[in-house]
């Protein structure tokens, strides 16, 4: 795609030479979001180079120079989260408080407030409304997924009062079914909430199952009214160039997915 024709944030990510993922999804122009990759940063080793995770590892020096790159695209801070593969919701207001909120989503309404969630493997679900009045970003791992996550975050949205059929989702990079597999207790967290979860399910080596975490997130979303799904496809196990794994590699860094309303005033270009 010739880059004149990109949307003004992935051209600037194109601009600062990242290949950082830009969600195509039909969303306002009000609605910003982006996911980053492994690539841009300065840590080193296992977790070279965009290291994001404050556990991972990583020297605080290399944490806050990445952490620091990537706010240069941003509008604000991130409002990062203390996740705990949960199905907790932070709705996130103007007002900043204190520590990370231990939850595995985040919902705003408010302008200029940066949602966002820390993933290696684990599925990011972004969420906006299609009026462009709210936006949102789920951790989406087996564990979280089987509780009830994405169903709390849209419920969350209901809250703020915007409906399900007004929602529109996207599915960032995660684990492939090809290189998930599980044992069976997973797919039998699953088929207790829904038979149907089945169908995400192949079989593997013996008691083994190789798990879609995009197709279970899929049917989760439109058994709760959200039927605009985009995304999908990305494999973080399958590409070490572009994506960390914690499944490939143990040791390893952290990816962000992050979501927000354009702010009353422009973002200065990088």
């Known amino acids: 795609m010739n880059p004149a024709t990109l949307p003004a944030l992935a051209q600037r990510i194109a601009a ?4 950082w993922i830009v969600p195509d999804w039909p969303v306002p122009c009000s609605v910003h979001a982006l996911m980053t990759t492994r690539n841009g940063g300065v840590s080193r080793g296992p977790l070279a180079t965009m290291n994001l995770g404050a556990h991972a590892g990583d020297t605080d020096d ?7 790159r990537l706010q240069n695209i941003l509008p604000a801070e991130p409002r990062w989260l203390s996740q705990v593969h949960g199905t907790g919701v932070a709705v996130q207001g103007a007002q900043r408080d204190g520590a990370p909120e231990a939850a595995d989503a985040a919902i705003t309404r408010e302008r200029g407030v ?9 599925l990011p679900v972004l969420l906006a409304d299609r009026h462009g009045t ?17 169903e709390r975050t849209v419920a969350a949205f209901d809250s703020l009062g915007v409906r399900a059929s007004d929602l529109v989702a996207w599915l960032g990079p995660a684990i492939g079914p090809a290189a998930f597999e599980v044992g069976a207790e997973v797919r039998a967290a699953f088929l207790a909430h829904d038979r149907r979860a089945g169908v995400h399910f192949a079989s593997g080596a013996p008691e083994k199952w ?7 997130a899929r049917q989760r979303l439109a058994e709760c009214g959200v039927s605009a799904v985009s995304g999908g496809g990305f494999c973080t196990k399958a590409d070490d160039a572009r994506f ?3 499944r490939r590699d143990r040791a390893c860094g952290r990816m962000a997915a992050l979501i927000w309303l354009a702010p009353d005033t422009p973002v200065p270009h990088v």
């Open 210 to 216: 190789h798990a879609d975490l995009h197709g279970l």
């Open 16 to 19: 600062a030479g990242l290949d």
């Open 244 to 246: 960390y794994s914690w």
């Open 134 to 150: 709210a936006v949102g970003v789920a951790h989406a791992g087996w564990r979280g997924l089987a509780a009830g996550v994405l």
């Open 62 to 68: 290399a944490l806050a120079e990445n952490r620091r």
């Open 114 to 122: 940066v949602c966002a969630v820390l993933v290696a493997d684990c």
